[in-house]
């Protein structure tokens, strides 16, 4: 399924490589020391915050400056209707704590908002109301708080196995977009292997259809094309496709069923806050599966059918589609140049006002030789690896739009991309999960935040859904040769969460340039970093530039802690990673964390037998 072959009736596979179960546990434990740290009760909360499904409550700050105060008169005083003797008490007021306060206007309750002319510390908002709650005609006084939509983390039992949605390094910031969008009313097709039942899934498929037209392809009995998309396995024997160019046998070797299509799927629209599971990326939007891929892959003739049907257009002989796509997902392909009629469907679909979404390849070569990644109209995805990397086996090139997680199983099956699937290796089982790696697994990523900005902004095109998905990247934390498009895909910033800007950058650079040993105990040890000046809170791109010297990188585990005690993995540890020394820059979402305070950055290492330092570390707002 993840081969590209040079077969006599051009078929087509999915591009995914499949990989073994795992699970990734980040744990969050606020340190209190710059040395050495031990055992600390209880655990800070995830920095970035995960925002939730659910955006109807509100939590106000409980600290940090103070610009206004609400103050509640009790019913007869002459303040609780006089404006006039509102500004007047607040000037008094004002001069008994030794500040310049303004009434500024009446709210709707009837209360007083009272600028305090300047952002006053705890200490001195506490004297400020203090003067006011003394007053017998005061019924109360209270900091005017700033409020963020906030909620829980979601709920679903594997999305701490999620690091592509929110871990920082490399990432998709896709919990920062959720009070944006979920994707609620938005269609997204998958045009692949079909879709095997799962219950964390079934809530958001709708009806699609089985486009395979060759009966022994299809292998569900049914005679041909019809309107059941199940995926009823694609397993394969060595050989049953013939030869390739080489002259090599395909597939190489026996392969069991994929379930690609669900895997796919699932991580576009996994049912979220069920208490189960996975959470999708736009999780109230709609799947309809579209099966083309089955035995021995798929054909062009299939596809282009799929195409021109899922976004809303007319194919001789099926009935027309109740439900057009506004976002086609392929993760799928073969070699040579863009079909013509591949080229025509596509253009069709995005004429209709379809997305077109495609995985870039998975054989490390340029993806221009591999199509539908080279056809024009669509968004080619390459894949990153955990830390942010171009995936070893994703395809590049100048035609690549936009990176997004692919995952790599190589080392560790927790650094692949966690989603639905089935446990029957030559028949259908049971419902399961599974990590696997690929551009298949990149391209639903980029699927599944069109249809965030679809939902958020119905109007957009095609064409700008594309535009703002590319402007609104962050540049890949590792390396990336041949060509990586815009660069790795932020869900957050292309929705414009918090407000839709970004604090203002304000250039200025905070480091720690002294060392501290690394102990080759696996235990956590931190530099500090004391930042001051800067309101607010943090940015959505706060730069982190790490200098570790280190004999064997893939040993060490890097964290930043924030003042409130948030922690984010920089860096996870990789035992296959033998390259010495970690001098890169990250980039983090840290506006959950006010800007000034002492921040940490820890490290620890855990496999013996390695020794180092941290030589310095800097933070730029």
């Known amino acids: 399924m993840h081969h590209r072959y040079a077969l006599p009736a051009r078929k087509i596979f999915g591009t995914a490589l499949a990989a073994g179960l795992a699970a990734t546990v980040l744990a969050v434990v606020p340190g209190t020391a710059d040395a050495v740290e031990g055992s600390v009760p209880g655990a800070g909360a995830p920095l970035p915050t995960p925002v939730a499904p659910q955006t109807d409550a509100a939590a106000p700050a409980t600290d940090g400056p103070v610009e206004r105060l609400i103050v509640g008169y009790k019913p007869k005083a002459t303040e609780a209707k006089s404006d006039d003797a509102a500004a007047k008490d607040a000037e008094a007021k004002g001069k008994k704590a030794g500040e310049s306060l303004d009434f500024e206007r009446r709210l709707g309750t009837g209360a007083a908002l009272v600028d305090l002319g300047a952002e006053l510390g705890q200490k001195d908002a506490a004297d400020v109301m203090a003067a006011f709650r003394a007053d017998p005609d005061v019924a109360y006084a209270?900091?005017?708080?700033?409020?963020?939509?906030?909620?829980?983390?979601?709920?679903?039992?594997?999305?701490?196995?999620?690091?592509?949605?929110?871990?920082?390094?490399?990432?998709?910031?896709?919990?920062?977009?959720?009070?944006?969008?979920?994707?609620?009313?938005?269609?997204?097709?998958?045009?692949?292997?079909?879709?095997?039942?799962?219950?964390?899934?079934?809530?958001?498929?709708?009806?699609?259809?089985?486009?395979?037209?060759?009966?022994?392809?299809?292998?569900?009995?049914?005679?041909?094309?019809?309107?059941?998309?199940?995926?009823?396995?694609?397993?394969?024997?060595?050989?049953?496709?013939?030869?390739?160019?080489?002259?090599?046998?395909?597939?190489?070797?026996?392969?069991?069923?994929?379930?690609?299509?669900?895997?796919?799927a699932g991580t576009i629209a996994a049912t979220t806050g069920n208490n189960k599971g996975i959470a999708g990326i736009a999780y109230n939007a709609t799947i309809q599966p579209v099966r083309v891929l089955g035995w021995c892959g798929g054909t062009d003739a299939d596809i282009i059918d799929a195409i021109t049907w899922a976004s809303g257009g007319p194919v001789q002989g099926v009935p027309a589609n109740p439900n057009p796509a506004d976002v086609i997902n392929m993760s799928l392909g073969g070699g040579g140049a863009c079909n013509p009629g591949t080229q025509n469907a596509i253009n069709g679909a995005v004429g209709r006002g379809t997305t077109v979404v495609v995985a870039a390849g998975n054989s490390n070569a340029n993806a221009a030789n591999f199509q539908p990644a080279n056809c024009n109209n669509v968004i080619t995805v390459a894949a990153s690896d955990r830390e942010g990397n171009r995936a070893s086996y994703s395809n590049y090139g100048n035609i690549i739009d936009v990176t997004a997680p692919g995952g790599e199983t190589a080392l560790v099956s927790a650094n692949g991309i966690w989603s639905t699937v089935n446990s029957g290796l030559r028949s259908v089982g049971n419902e399961t999960y599974q990590a696997y790696q690929g551009t298949s697994m990149a391209a639903p990523h980029i699927a599944g935040l069109a249809a965030l900005l679809k939902q958020a902004t119905p109007t957009l095109t095609p064409a700008q859904i594309e535009s703002a998905i590319k402007s609104n990247t962050r540049a890949l934390p590792g390396a990336c040769t041949g060509g990586c498009g815009a660069g790795l895909a932020d869900a957050a910033r292309t929705l414009g969460a918090s407000g839709g800007t970004d604090p203002e950058p304000t250039g200025k650079v905070f480091t720690n340039a002294a060392n501290v040993t690394i102990p080759d105990t696996s235990t956590p040890i931190t530099s500090s970093l004391a930042v001051t000046g800067i309101s607010g809170n943090a940015p959505t791109t706060l730069k982190v530039a790490v200098d570790i010297k280190h004999t064997y990188r893939g040993d060490l585990r890097i964290e930043l802690v924030a003042p409130n005690g948030g922690t984010t993995q920089l860096k996870a540890t990789s035992s296959g990673d033998s390259a010495a020394n970690v001098i890169t820059t990250y980039t983090v979402n840290a506006s959950s964390a006010a800007a000034s305070g002492t921040w940490k950055l820890r490290v620890t290492d855990v496999y013996s037998g390695d020794t180092g330092y941290i030589d310095s570390w800097s933070l730029t707002f």
């Open 142 to 264: 209270v900091p005017d708080r700033r409020v963020y939509a906030t909620a829980a983390a979601p709920n679903d039992t594997d999305y701490n196995r999620q690091w592509d949605l929110f871990e920082a390094a490399a990432g998709m910031n896709v919990p920062g977009a959720w009070d944006k969008a979920t994707g609620e009313g938005v269609k997204v097709s998958v045009i692949d292997t079909g879709y095997v039942a799962h219950s964390d899934l079934a809530a958001n498929v709708i009806a699609g259809f089985d486009f395979i037209s060759d009966e022994r392809t299809s292998r569900d009995g049914d005679g041909g094309r019809d309107n059941n998309a199940a995926d009823v396995g694609d397993w394969m024997n060595k050989g049953d496709c013939g030869v390739d160019q080489f002259g090599q046998p395909v597939p190489d070797r026996d392969k069991n069923n994929s379930w690609h299509g669900t895997h796919v």
